[in-house]
């Protein structure tokens, strides 16, 4: 019989809260989606209607440049609603391609390379894989829409004076929880789908068709019952009456608000699903 | 549960109606314990039950006291090494360990001093940088081996760690596997090279159909298997005078010469007997005996009397 000695020795030095391990997954997958250059330059490039917002909010705010311009404060004095739902169709739009790039490269590679058992053999959970992911997708995509939507409403709201922002409240609201929407029905709908096919371009190709074959589908249901009833289907006039509802102005679908938010939350909940079903350590060949 | 131990009681897993294991009772020791058993027989779902990556459909699991459903706990004792060539895209070795340290909870500079430390112990501090989809399959076993140990675990659980390494790789590797064991960590090590687990280990842990059908020291096991003469093989000068006197014991069942002309296998119902008896046979007879083996106490004849598979399984 061995005999043995216990000479082992755990790790005895300090470690990170549990709670903020999952970021451990983000920061890996941050640096591996910034390692591609071109994505890197698309990201860049998504900051440009913010940038272009800007140089309108400041051109508008500055008379000297106004009438060297032969402009007039009339003339640029139009940056209202209208200015910043146009400016969010603009963040969102690009927004929507990063996700739709990104999320794939999230969690396909790791399921063909069958990397999750590496994860999952650590001190994190399923849970907190997913989180770190969307955590990715959430800290990639907010400085381009929501962050920068906000930075241009206080800008705004600094120049034109007292008032304006209070009386246009609706507009912050609508940046914050408008993006953060898109972000997360978007992101998880592609975590999902990216789970389900596990292959990188067949995911990006599924998460186009989705959108379109839900929308044509709702499209589809509408012309033949000749009511509204296919908006429920119907995932971008869904987003698109939520945040017009969130401006203020009146929503392109003929649902009522609540069931385009049901929409949103049942695309989201069945992406949550699919994660669950799909995300294992262990793949069973039956 | 015992805090001392690794202890599976009464675990079963089924996928469906699919049968992983049945009712599997177990307590692992510290040491080096082979997992062996053909494909499919359930060796790896047992594997996944003790890291926790699958739960149980019924029956406990307790890794040093510690229930597999806590991941936090359990995974600062325990190491597991997958069979598969698994990877993060675009992983290098440095960045593999890293990253596992990093989701252990270490600082960056403990878990950049940890990760050199590991690849110095597996021999990879020259290919740190380079990534892993580049490395030969020995190289990806190592940088396996050294991911599953990087955070110090006590419980080992290496699923085909010796696969694809060349015959020196493999020597360094059983060496460091003893080594750990040594320390007093738990080494549990799955294994289809039946002669190599029985070279290396102190346990063994047979199974088939989803079933242990065998645990312990291969020499305790093969002593229970009553059904099958224990053979022994006695190399000497004149093994026609061993076979001749081997014939005339009661529990003796066979003699048989071997084809070198220097050896005689004597199948016996009673072992002990037998050995108490061979003193005396060599006296009186006067030969000169180089050698006494127990010529079936190995993993792969005790597989072959279990499971009436003679022979490795594949």
């Given at each position: 019989m061995a005999v043995y000695e216990r000479a082992w020795r755990p790790y005895a030095g300090a470690v990170t809260p549990v709670?903020?391990?999952f970021l451990v997954v983000t920061r890996y997958a941050l640096a591996e989606a910034f390692s591609s250059r071109l994505f890197t330059a698309f990201y860049a490039a998504c900051f440009l209607p913010s940038l272009l917002g800007l140089f309108l909010i400041y051109i508008s705010h500055n008379l000297g440049l106004l009438e060297q311009l032969g402009l007039t404060r009339e003339l640029m004095g139009g940056l209202t609603l209208t200015f910043f739902r146009i400016l969010f169709l603009w963040q969102a739009v690009p927004a929507f391609f990063l996700m739709a790039i990104l999320a794939p490269s999230l969690i396909a590679p790791d399921l063909a390379n069958s990397a999750l058992p590496l994860y999952l053999s650590?001190?994190?959970?399923r849970r907190d894989y997913v989180l770190g992911k969307l955590a990715v997708l959430f800290l990639v995509v907010s400085p381009p829409t929501w962050v920068m939507g906000l930075a241009l409403f206080l800008l705004q709201a600094s120049e034109e004076g007292a008032g304006w922002g209070l009386r246009n409240w609706r507009i912050a609201l609508a940046y914050v929880v408008g993006h953060l929407v898109w972000i997360v029905v978007i992101s998880l709908l592609g975590l999902a789908i990216s789970a389900w096919v596990r292959f990188r371009p067949a995911a990006l190709g599924a998460l186009f068709a989705l959108l379109f074959v839900l929308s044509a589908f709702g499209s589809a249901i509408n012309g033949i019952?000749?009511?509204?009833?296919?908006d429920v289907a119907h995932l971008i006039r869904a987003i698109a009456s939520v945040v017009q509802h969130l401006f203020g102005a009146p929503t392109s679908?003929?649902?009522p608000v609540l069931v385009n938010w049901c929409t949103l939350a049942a695309v989201a909940l069945l992406s949550v699903l699919v994660l669950y079903r799909k995300l294992r350590a262990h793949e069973v060949v039956r | 549960m015992n805090p001392d131990t690794i202890s599976l009681r009464d675990a079963s897993k089924f996928y469906g109606e699919v049968l992983?294991?049945?009712r599997i009772t177990l307590d692992l020791k510290p040491g080096l314990t082979g997992l062996v058993g053909p494909n499919g027989s359930g060796k790896s779902t047992l594997m996944h039950l003790l890291t926790g990556l699958l739960r149980p459909t019924r029956g406990e699991v307790s890794v040093l006291g510690v229930p597999p459903a806590d991941a936090e706990r359990l995974f600062r004792i325990v190491g597991y090494c997958t069979q598969?060539?698994?990877?993060?895209?675009?992983?290098t070795g440095l960045s593999f360990l890293r990253h596992a340290l990093a989701l252990h909870g270490q600082a960056a500079a403990e878990a950049e001093k940890r990760s050199w430390e590991m690849l110095a112990a597996v021999g990879l501090t020259d290919s740190?940088?380079?990534?892993?989809?580049?490395?030969?399959k020995g190289m990806r076993q190592r940088i396996k081996l050294a991911h599953a140990l990087c955070h110090s675990p006590r419980v080992l659980v290496l699923d085909e760690?010796?696969?694809?390494?060349?015959p020196m790789g493999r020597a360094e590797m059983i060496h460091l596997f003893q080594e750990l064991a040594a320390e007093g960590r738990f080494v549990i090590v799955s294994s289809h090279i039946l002669h190599e687990v029985d070279a290396i280990c102190d346990a063994v842990v047979m199974v088939h159909g989803g079933s242990v059908v065998a645990e312990g020291q291969i020499r305790a096991v093969r002593g229970e298997i009553t059904s099958q003469p224990i053979q022994v093989l006695v190399r000497c000068d004149r093994p026609q005078a061993i076979a001749a006197r081997a014939f005339?014991?009661?529990?003796?069942v066979e003699a048989k010469l071997v084809d070198d002309g220097a050896s005689v296998l004597i199948r016996t119902r009673d072992a002990d007997a037998f050995y108490a008896s061979l003193t005396d046979m060599i006296i009186e007879s006067g030969v000169t005996v180089e050698t006494v083996l127990p010529?079936?106490?190995?993993v792969d004849a005790v597989y072959g009397y279990l499971i009436g598979q003679p022979g490795v399984p594949t």
């Amino acid at each position: 019989m061995a005999v043995y000695e216990r000479a082992w020795r755990p790790y005895a030095g300090a470690v990170t809260p549990v709670r903020g391990r999952f970021l451990v997954v983000t920061r890996y997958a941050l640096a591996e989606a910034f390692s591609s250059r071109l994505f890197t330059a698309f990201y860049a490039a998504c900051f440009l209607p913010s940038l272009l917002g800007l140089f309108l909010i400041y051109i508008s705010h500055n008379l000297g440049l106004l009438e060297q311009l032969g402009l007039t404060r009339e003339l640029m004095g139009g940056l209202t609603l209208t200015f910043f739902r146009i400016l969010f169709l603009w963040q969102a739009v690009p927004a929507f391609f990063l996700m739709a790039i990104l999320a794939p490269s999230l969690i396909a590679p790791d399921l063909a390379n069958s990397a999750l058992p590496l994860y999952l053999s650590r001190p994190i959970d399923r849970r907190d894989y997913v989180l770190g992911k969307l955590a990715v997708l959430f800290l990639v995509v907010s400085p381009p829409t929501w962050v920068m939507g906000l930075a241009l409403f206080l800008l705004q709201a600094s120049e034109e004076g007292a008032g304006w922002g209070l009386r246009n409240w609706r507009i912050a609201l609508a940046y914050v929880v408008g993006h953060l929407v898109w972000i997360v029905v978007i992101s998880l709908l592609g975590l999902a789908i990216s789970a389900w096919v596990r292959f990188r371009p067949a995911a990006l190709g599924a998460l186009f068709a989705l959108l379109f074959v839900l929308s044509a589908f709702g499209s589809a249901i509408n012309g033949i019952t000749g009511t509204s009833i296919g908006d429920v289907a119907h995932l971008i006039r869904a987003i698109a009456s939520v945040v017009q509802h969130l401006f203020g102005a009146p929503t392109s679908s003929g649902m009522p608000v609540l069931v385009n938010w049901c929409t949103l939350a049942a695309v989201a909940l069945l992406s949550v699903l699919v994660l669950y079903r799909k995300l294992r350590a262990h793949e069973v060949v039956r | 549960m015992n805090p001392d131990t690794i202890s599976l009681r009464d675990a079963s897993k089924f996928y469906g109606e699919v049968l992983g294991v049945n009712r599997i009772t177990l307590d692992l020791k510290p040491g080096l314990t082979g997992l062996v058993g053909p494909n499919g027989s359930g060796k790896s779902t047992l594997m996944h039950l003790l890291t926790g990556l699958l739960r149980p459909t019924r029956g406990e699991v307790s890794v040093l006291g510690v229930p597999p459903a806590d991941a936090e706990r359990l995974f600062r004792i325990v190491g597991y090494c997958t069979q598969y060539d698994s990877f993060p895209a675009g992983a290098t070795g440095l960045s593999f360990l890293r990253h596992a340290l990093a989701l252990h909870g270490q600082a960056a500079a403990e878990a950049e001093k940890r990760s050199w430390e590991m690849l110095a112990a597996v021999g990879l501090t020259d290919s740190a940088r380079r990534r892993i989809a580049g490395y030969s399959k020995g190289m990806r076993q190592r940088i396996k081996l050294a991911h599953a140990l990087c955070h110090s675990p006590r419980v080992l659980v290496l699923d085909e760690p010796l696969n694809g390494l060349d015959p020196m790789g493999r020597a360094e590797m059983i060496h460091l596997f003893q080594e750990l064991a040594a320390e007093g960590r738990f080494v549990i090590v799955s294994s289809h090279i039946l002669h190599e687990v029985d070279a290396i280990c102190d346990a063994v842990v047979m199974v088939h159909g989803g079933s242990v059908v065998a645990e312990g020291q291969i020499r305790a096991v093969r002593g229970e298997i009553t059904s099958q003469p224990i053979q022994v093989l006695v190399r000497c000068d004149r093994p026609q005078a061993i076979a001749a006197r081997a014939f005339t014991l009661d529990h003796v069942v066979e003699a048989k010469l071997v084809d070198d002309g220097a050896s005689v296998l004597i199948r016996t119902r009673d072992a002990d007997a037998f050995y108490a008896s061979l003193t005396d046979m060599i006296i009186e007879s006067g030969v000169t005996v180089e050698t006494v083996l127990p010529a079936d106490e190995s993993v792969d004849a005790v597989y072959g009397y279990l499971i009436g598979q003679p022979g490795v399984p594949t």
